[in-house]
Nanobody, 126 residues
Framework: EVQLQASGGGLVQAGGSLRLSCVAS????????IGWFRQAPGKEREGVSC????????YTSDSVKNRFTISRDAAANTVYLQMDNLTPDDTAVYYC???????????????????WGSGTQVTVSS
């Protein structure tokens, strides 16, 4: 059974930082694309940052570029999202997700995953 368990969300002031973690199980982590999506109230879910686990090529959306960094620990089957210089516009539920048919980070973030994980709430106060 594929499982993607996200954690690390919370309440932070604008300008602060958080690091999200996603522990993956039930599939061969290093063969596929894995990444982070978010959904703010009243908005569509969007791909934030995704990783090609085969070659470590990443895709990051323009809205968070230079502030958010995706990385992984293959030994721990864990992917991280380091979020710096947070703003109230970053407030959303953040979801971990994977595509178990390919490893393209760009395709995952733009076309969506085959498997969704749990979400973790990030709230940024002004």
């Amino acid at each position: 059974e594929v499982q993607l368990q996200a954690s690390g969300g919370g309440l932070v002031q604008a300008g602060g930082s958080l690091r999200l973690s996603c522990v993956a199980s039930g599939f061969k982590f290093e063969d596929y694309a894995i990444g982070w999506f978010r959904q703010a109230p009243g908005k569509e879910r969007e791909g934030v940052s995704c990783l090609n686990s085969l070659n470590d090529i990443t895709y990051t959306s323009d809205s968070v570029k230079n502030r958010f960094t995706i990385s992984r620990d293959a030994a721990a089957n864990t992917v991280y999202l380091q979020m710096d210089n947070l703003t109230p516009d970053d407030t959303a539920v953040y979801y971990c997700a994977a595509h178990l048919s390919h490893s393209s980070s760009y395709a995952l973030c733009h076309d969506g995953p085959t498997d969704w994980g749990s979400g973790t709430q990030v709230t940024v106060s002004s």
